[in-house]
């Protein structure tokens, strides 16, 4: 199951998915294919990689797991859109841009 995106992690990373459809069910099932590839990470690490939504990732990791997987980075990573609420103004008021002006035109103040 794809890992929700959370404020701290605003992607939906799905490796595990990925490595389902790939006959990979266990996370130490990209020890040797990540090492033939020239990536050396611990259980560990590979456990947090498959397991949680990484903050940060290699781009020569994320390549690796790309050609191991025959995917892409899109496969990978979903960014969802977020959706932004603006303010809600009366039919026919004025737009009110947040700048206000001081004494001198050269200072300016954002509400």
Known sequence: MP???TPDAPITWKLRQIMATSGMFNTTDLI??????GVQL???QIYRLVTKTPERLNVEVLAALCRILDCTPNDLIE?????????????GAAQHTGLV???SPRVWWRL
């Open 3 to 5: 890992t929700a995106p």
């Open 32 to 37: 040797d294919p990540l090492r033939d590839q």
């Open 42 to 44: 611990s259980r560990e």
């Open 79 to 91: 960014i969802p859109q977020v959706q932004v609420q603006r303010p809600r103004r009366a039919a």
């Open 101 to 103: 002006v001081t004494e």
